[in-house]
C-alpha cells in the first residue's frame, strides 16, 4: 500500500519535472556555469589546483546545487495540491517519495557535475568506481537530509535563508565524511581503507531517513 | 523537604570549587595544574548532553501532546543547553591555550563542538522566524529532534573515526585510562552532578517564569 503511494507520487514528481523541465535544466545552468567559473579562476594558474583543492571544489559545488535543487522541494508546490495530497495519502508516502525523488535528480545532476568539471579541469581520479561511490552515497545522504530540512523551512516566512542555516550543520558531517572518502579514492588507496567512512556514513543516513519517516506526520498536519 | 535537590546542588557545586582547586592532583607533563579543567570543563558537555536531553524528551512530549507547558521547558532547556555548550567550548579553548599553544588547533573534537552549537544556534533562528504560536511549537519540536538525531553521530561517531589532540583519541592517554585515580574521581563525579542538577534549577527557574508571564499576559 506504502510502496504503490510511493512509487505514484515519485511518477507524478518525474512527470511534473519532464513536463516543466524548469527545475532540472536550472539546475543544469546552475551547475554548469559554477563549474565554468571554477574553471576561469582556477586555469589561469593551474599549478594551484591541487588535488585536494581539485576535491574540496567539487564538493562544494555539488553541495549548493543539492540546497538549492532540493529547496524547491516543498516550495514549489501551492497550497491547494498539498491539502489536495494531504486528503489521499499518508504522510509517510510523500516524504518517501520526495527522499526517493531527490536522489535520482541529485544522482544526474551530480553525475552531470563530476562529468563536466573532469572534462574541464582535468580528471586525477585513480579508482573512479569508488569515486562514483561517494558520489552515489553523497547523493543520497544529500537529499535524505535536505528534503526534511526543506520540509521544516517552507513553514517559515524566510525559508530561503532558512534553509541555508538549518541545512549545513546538518550536512557538514556527512561532507566530511564523504571527502575523506572521495580522497581515498582520488589517491587510488585500498578499498579496505574507506570502510569506516561508507559504514558511517550509511549509518547516518539511517538515522535520517528514521528521523524523517517518524517526524514527518507532525510536519505535515499544519 | 521538597527543594532537596537545590540544596544538593549548591552543597556539590561548593565542594567542586573548593576541593577542585585546592586538593592534591597527579602531576604530569603538559598537564600540570590545567588537569582541574576537568572539574569545570568535562562537566559541562555531559550536562549540555543531558540537558539537550530533557528538551527533546520534552519536545516527544510536545507533539505526542500539544501544550504549552511542554514547550516552555523544552526552548528553556535547549537554551540552557546551549550555555553550557558554550561555557563548554570557552574553557576548552582556555584550557587548549596552555596545553597545545593554540585557541582553537583545528582538531576535530573542537570542530564537532563547533558544528553541534551551531545545529542549535539554527534552531533558536527557527524558532523566531514564526509569529504563531502553536505552528512555531509544533515545527521547532520536529526540528529539535532531528537536530539531536543529527548531535549524536557528531558528538560520539565522528571524533572516534579521527585522531585529535584531545585526551582520549589518537593515542593520547584519556583521563580515565591511567590518571583518573581515586583523587580525580572523588572530585569530578560529584561536579558532573552539580553542574548538571545547576542547570536543570535553571530550566525549572526560567520555564516557571515563562509560564507565569503568559498566564500573566492572558489575564490582561
Known amino acids: ?222 | 523537604m521538597k527543594n532537596w535537590w537545590k540544596i544538593l546542588a549548591v552543597l556539590l557545586l561548593v565542594f567542586t570549587v573548593v576541593a577542585g582547586l585546592l586538593t592534591e592532583v597527579p602531576r604530569l607533563a603538559i598537564l600540570n595544574e590545567t588537569i582541574r579543567n576537568l572539574y569545570f570543563h568535562v562537566p559541562m558537555w555531559f550536562g549540555m548532553i543531558l540537558i539537550l536531553l530533557v528538551s527533546v524528551v520534552y519536545s516527544v512530549k510536545y507533539l505526542r501532546n500539544p501544550s504549552i507547558k511542554n514547550d516552555v521547558i523544552a526552548f528553556e532547556a535547549a537554551k540552557v543547553g546551549i550555555l553550557f555548550g558554550v561555557l563548554g567550548i570557552v574553557t576548552g579553548m582556555e584550557w587548549a591555550k596552555f596545553t597545545w599553544g593554540e585557541y582553537w588547533s583545528n582538531d576535530p573534537k573542537q570542530n564537532g563542538a563547533a558544528i553541534g552549537l551551531l545545529l542549535y544556534f539554527a534552531y533558536l533562528v527557527l524558532r523566531s522566524s514564526f509569529a504563531e504560536q502553536q505552528q512555531r511549537a509544533r515545527i521547532s519540536a520536529v526540528y529539535n529532534i532531528f537536530a539531536f538525531a543529527a548531535l549524536i553521530p557528531l558528538l560520539f561517531i565522528l571524533p572516534r573515526l579521527t585522531d585529535s589532540l584531545h585526551p582520549g583519541n589518537g593515542g593520547n592517554p584519556g583521563f580515565n585510562s591511567y590518571d583518573l585515580d581515586n583523587r580525580l574521581r572523588l572530585v569530578f563525579y560529584p561536579a558532573v552532578i552539580g553542574w548538571t542538577l545547576l542547570g536543570i534549577w535553571i530550566v525549572n527557574v526560567k520555564s516557571r517564569l515563562e509560564l507565569l508571564k503568559q498566564r500573566l499576559y492572558e489575564n490582561h
Do not use: H
Not at chain 1, 525523488?101 to 541529485?106: I, R
Not at chain 1, 517552507?154 to 546538518?170: D, R
Open chain 1, 1 to 222: 500500500m506504502l510502496l504503490k503511494e510511493v512509487l505514484s507520487l515519485m511518477q507524478k514528481d518525474f512527470v511534473l519535472e519532464w513536463r516543466q523541465k524548469y527545475a532540472f535544466n536550472g539546475m543544469l545552468l546552475y551547475v554548469s556555469s559554477t563549474v565554468f567559473v571554477c574553471y576561469l579562476s582556477f586555469g589561469l594558474r593551474s599549478n594551484v589546483l591541487t588535488v585536494p583543492v581539485w576535491n574540496a571544489v567539487l564538493w562544494i559545488i555539488l553541495l549548493f546545487t543539492s540546497v538549492n535543487a532540493i529547496a524547491k522541494s516543498f516550495m514549489q508546490e501551492n497550497r491547494g495540491r498539498l491539502l489536495y495530497f494531504y486528503s489521499i495519502v499518508s504522510p509517510q508516502g510523500v516524504i518517501l517519495s520526495k527522499i526517493l525523488y531527490n536522489a535520482c535528480l541529485m544522482l544526474v545532476l551530480a553525475l552531470i557535475c563530476f562529468v563536466f568539471y573532469a572534462f574541464v579541469l582535468g580528471n586525477p581520479v585513480q579508482d573512479v568506481p569508488m569515486f562514483l561511490l561517494s558520489i552515489l552515497l553523497g547523493a543520497i545522504g544529500f537529499s535524505t537530509s535536505l528534503t526534511m530540512i526543506s520540509g521544516i523551512a517552507s513553514k517559515a516566512a524566510n525559508s530561503s535563508t532558512l534553509m541555508a542555516v538549518l541545512s549545513f550543520p546538518v550536512i557538514i558531517p556527512m561532507l566530511l565524511m564523504l571527502i575523506k572518502m572521495s580522497k581515498n579514492a582520488l589517491d587510488g588507496l585500498d578499498r579496505g581503507a574507506s570502510l569506516d567512512e561508507l559504514l558511517t556514513l550509511l549509518a547516518i543516513n539511517m538515522i535520517v531517513i528514521t528521523v524523517s519517516y517518524i517526524l514527518f506526520p507532525y510536519l505535515w498536519r499544519s
